[in-house]
């Protein structure tokens, strides 16, 4: 039996290599990137090291190529001119829904995002976006110190802050720890009261088997017979459940003060007057924790990692914070939202992390129509019907033919350098944007502004309290999960402030 397999495996292999070299290839395509084994083509270098594998297809096929990966026929469309391609394209043509849809119906549930018409969508996306004003985000700031601040208290993993000596140092996984922070801050502002109060009893195990459904091999195979996939089937029913009951309490309780979401889609109608029902806000719902959770908390890991490697920054981070928050009498102030936003450094911390460690590496539409590359790209190939195109806004963040030393982490560039100040402004908004960790176009984030503010409070809320170091560098990323999150060993290295 292994022989028989050996032996077809041996053949599959040579035909696949045959036909790739000695059939004349269609030259109204893309070229496909060489691969040994038909069917899995090239998921092994892709899933190692997207970025380096597409800076090296780069080299050899140019901007626009095909990989096959699992049977699937992607074409990845690379630089700004991809990227406006892909994500500046049409929807009728660049389909979100029927990219994603066979991933997040199952964990977000029916009827909401891309479960529906891309159009439904677009008006849901503004009703989340009314949740994001100003005016709420400005209480965040406060409730976000206070999580961090009573975490720093209470958490198993700051416990020796209480007992080391000022010179001694304790250790946290800083991935661990920022996961857990990101969803106590996400929970006490944009995910209201209830979810806050249920995080330590029945939220989290929920949260964690649904969570345990939004994995590359979700995507890859979305209906497997095995236990993850129905334990995210129940928790999804028990989450939606969890939300809507929230929901039913708030519409017949008087009381609408709250500054979260909930509070915010119940007032909300479709463009036919047609108010929101009770499972599309729950399902609403998860879908916003989904999107903020990993790719906010892999952020922030990335940022403090980086913040404890280079001490001088970590002290121009605290010297920041002195000079903005400590008052008189020697103690730190709240931030307002509008200090924050003006921090130069901590500000210019988060960017160049999201520069250097995009979470989403990889962006992707279905295409429903066949479509002719524009010539700013190439304008000889066709991307046909039924291929999947592919936007990496993350490698434009690393070419080095745009950015001085671009593996190199440095948050100045974004205060005092040339090319920021003279270039990259014009660069900065736009679907050809080459910084573009929160993508672009139609699909673009919208919890941007939410994001800078979780972060930049975390983070401050940190540095004020302990003292950071890591010593031997900044661990590799790790492309197995859906976000890219720093590999383990993660630990960084804290003691307790003795004075400001
Ligand atoms: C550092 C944090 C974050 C990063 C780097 C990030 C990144 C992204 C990217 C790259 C996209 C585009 C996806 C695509 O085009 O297919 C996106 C879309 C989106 N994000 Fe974020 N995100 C972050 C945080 C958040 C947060 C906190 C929320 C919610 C409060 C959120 C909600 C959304 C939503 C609703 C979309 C729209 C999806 C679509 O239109 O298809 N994100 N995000």
Request: zero cysteines.
């Given at each position: 039996m292994a022989i028989l397999l050996a032996l077809v495996l041996i053949i599959a292999i040579s035909l696949n290599v045959l036909q790739h070299f000695l059939l004349p290839a269609n030259r109204s395509l893309p070229p496909v990137v060489f691969h040994w084994m038909p069917v899995i083509g090239s998921v092994i270098s892709y899933g190692r090291d997207p970025v380096n594998f597409f800076l090296q297809c780069r080299e050899k096929y140019g901007d626009i190529f095909t990989i096959i990966l699992l049977g699937r026929r992607m074409t990845v469309a690379l630089g700004p001119a991809g990227n406006r391609f892909i994500l500046g394209g049409k929807s009728t043509i660049f389909n979100a829904e029927d990219a994603y849809k066979h991933l997040t119906t199952p964990v977000f549930g029916k009827d909401v995002v891309y479960d529906v018409p891309n159009h439904v969508f677009m008006e849901q996306k503004k009703f989340l976006k009314f949740g994001l004003t100003g005016e709420n985000l400005r209480v965040y700031v406060g409730m976000i110190e206070d999580e961090v601040h009573q975490y720093l208290q209470t958490d198993q993993a700051f416990l020796s802050l209480k007992t080391l000596s000022s010179d001694e140092y304790g250790s946290f996984d800083v991935l661990k720890v920022l996961e857990e922070i990101t969803i106590l801050t996400a929970a006490r502002t944009l995910q209201g009261r209830e979810v806050r109060d249920n995080l330590d009893k029945t939220f989290s195990t929920i949260y964690k088997d649904l969570d345990g459904g939004f994995t590359p091999l979700n995507f890859l195979f979305p209906n497997l017979p095995l236990e993850s996939y129905r334990r995210r089937d129940r928790a999804q029913k028990k989450m939606s459940q969890f939300f809507i009951n929230i929901i039913q309490k708030r519409r017949t309780?008087?009381?609408?003060?709250?500054?979260d979401m909930i509070s915010s889609l119940l007032g909300q109608k479709y463009r036919d007057g047609r108010a929101l029902r009770n499972h599309e806000i729950a399902n609403m719902m998860i879908g916003l924790l989904m999107a903020g959770q990993h790719t906010s908390a892999s952020t922030g890991a990335w940022a403090l990692l980086h913040v404890a490697y280079n001490r001088n920054v970590a002290d121009s981070l605290y010297e920041e914070q002195l000079e903005f928050f400590c008052t008189k009498g020697g103690v730190f102030r709240s931030m307002t939202y509008e200090e924050l936003k003006k921090l130069p450094l901590l500000n210019a911390v988060i960017t160049e992390t999201l520069r250097l460690h995009p979470p989403i590496h990889s962006i992707m539409r279905y295409i429903r129509e066949d479509v002719l590359v524009p010539s700013s790209l190439n304008d000889i190939f066709t991307v046909p019907r039924g291929h999947y195109a592919l936007a990496s806004p993350a490698v434009s963040q690393m070419d080095p033919h745009i950015w001085k030393s671009p593996q190199t982490w440095d948050p100045y560039r974004w205060i005092d350098s040339d090319f920021v100040s003279s270039s990259f402004s014009g660069l900065k908004k736009g679907t050809e944007s080459v910084f573009q960790p929160f993508g672009s176009g139609q699909h673009r984030c919208i919890g941007e502004q939410f994001a800078y503010v979780q972060l930049g409070t975390i983070i401050a809320t940190i540095i004020r309290e302990v003292e950071l170091r890591r010593d031997n560098g900044v661990p590799r990323p790790n492309y197995q999960t859906m976000i890219t999150c720093p590999r383990e060993p993660r630990s960084i290295f804290y003691r307790r402030r003795t004075h400001q």
């Open positions: 309780s008087s009381s609408h003060g709250e500054n």
